[in-house]
């Protein structure tokens, strides 16, 4: 019977499509669903209110201490011009491989250091200043909006399912996956002119001083209006960011009290099973399509499920990022001409490629845990929560500060790297 109304359900999208009035039953489609999960919520206000507040601690203790620091430092980087200066050095790197200006290389890193949604919010920051082009930013957002080492590792692995070795293989297998999916995005409207210009092996560090002091005059601001703006921005999309987490609990509460996620788990069960995923692990799968980290709770509780699997699933459903994560970054980019649909099938792509990774990764980790002790550094301390989220905020601008530092010391041997190469050329000469 519920196979029969998927039919009906897919016949009538069909036909609404060829009749052009899909718009119309999507919004009608729209109001329904609001309409059922605000009737839901009156009916189980309890649950609700759990959860939102389950939401708005995961938010504030987690998610505000970890990622304000970030926000706030790429912003004064960015109107500093200090983005546009490293971008200049590291360009001869990241252009060949990945088909981006140098500028990617600090959104990259950052993502990678901070986790969702940094790699957006900077991307979009870029193109809103018009840095880098339309198709200069779907091709960094393939690769440059990933999960950072503490949800991967501190979360993760070493809180769910207290096994650091799992840690690595899917941080790994992450990541590689994201550079797998930018190499393959380089390609993506590959004939399109775009802002960056070939690299000329010539005067480097002084090209990128004169762009970065230009950056900043071109701005108009002082310092103390860029701090406060920075701040004032960071502020706003950290509360977007929690507001979103927040609904999102909500929602998969009352997907799982009114069995939807049951139900869907049955529908898609076949599917699922070609994944190799058992069948136990389904309604995990499902919560993690909506929201990864109940869908990796979920997991974390069920017995009697192999390394690999575990691996496997949580890899996958952390490269896709869950709806979530999809409405923040659709909010971010909703003030550009990025295309969300496009970023949406960049992370698709990112699950398929970082979970097929997995296998690859896998038994070489197995091999170094014979002789390697996985550090658990990224776990707070166990004291109160003041002090916890006094440890994650300090922790997070360690972590900001030790990378940007690792970036510019990448870029200045370059340079050196330049310098040498210019003067051998003017020897031969």
Not at 263 to 283: D, E, M
Not at 332 to 357: C, G
């Amino acid at each position: 019977m519920k196979l029969v109304a998927l039919v009906i359900i897919f016949f009538i999208f069909y036909i609404s499509k060829k009749l052009k009035i899909q718009q119309n039953i999507n919004y009608a489609l729209l109001v329904i669903l609001v309409t059922a999960i605000t009737i839901c919520m009156i009916f189980y206000p309890k649950d609700a209110v759990e959860a939102a507040r389950s939401g708005l601690d995961t938010w504030f203790n987690i998610v505000f201490p970890s990622l304000l620091p970030f926000f706030i430092g790429a912003e004064l980087m960015v109107g500093l011009g200090v983005v546009s200066f490293m971008g200049i050095l590291l360009e001869p790197i990241i252009h060949p491989l990945f088909n981006v200006p140098g500028e990617a290389s600090f959104i990259f890193s950052m993502s990678i250091t901070s986790g969702y949604p940094v790699g957006v919010k900077l991307t979009s920051k870029l193109r809103e200043q018009g840095v880098i082009s339309r198709i200069e930013a779907q091709r960094i957002l393939s690769f440059c909006s990933t999960s950072g080492p503490l949800f991967l590792i501190g979360a993760v692995a070493v809180g769910m399912f207290q096994n650091p070795q799992l840690g690595a293989t899917i941080s790994i297998a992450h990541y590689l996956g994201a550079i797998a999916t930018g190499l393959l995005f380089r390609f993506y409207y590959f004939n399109e002119r775009d802002t960056t210009k070939k690299s000329v092996v010539k005067g480097y560090l002084t090209r990128a001083l004169r762009k970065m002091s230009a950056t900043y005059k071109n701005s108009n601001k002082s310092f103390g209006i860029l701090m406060g703006e920075a701040v004032r921005n960071s502020i706003e999309t950290m509360l977007a960011v929690g507001g979103f987490i927040i609904i999102f609990s909500v929602i998969i509460r009352i997907f799982q009290l009114t069995g939807i996620i049951q139900w869907l788990s049955h529908i898609l069960s076949a599917p699922l099973s070609l994944l190799g995923l058992q069948q136990s692990l389904h309604p995990a799968f499902i919560s993690g399509i909506f929201e990864i980290t109940i869908g990796c709770k979920l997991a974390s509780e069920i017995q009697n499920i192999s390394f690999l699997q575990q691996a496997v699933f949580t890899t996958m459903i952390i490269s896709w990022s869950g709806l979530s994560i999809h409405a923040q970054a659709v909010s971010l980019l909703s003030k550009t001409d990025i295309s969300s649909n496009v970023y949406i099938l960049s992370k698709l792509l990112h699950a398929i490629l970082s979970s097929a990774m997995v296998f690859l990764v896998s038994p070489l980790v197995a091999a170094a845990s014979k002789h390697i002790l996985f550090p658990v550094f990224f776990i707070a301390p166990q004291t109160s929560r003041f002090q916890s989220w006094v440890h994650n905020l300090f922790f997070s601008f360690q972590l900001f500060f030790s990378i940007t530092l690792t970036v510019f010391i990448i870029a200045f041997v370059l340079c050196w790297v330049y310098y040498v190469q210019e003067n051998r050329l003017t020897i031969k000469k």
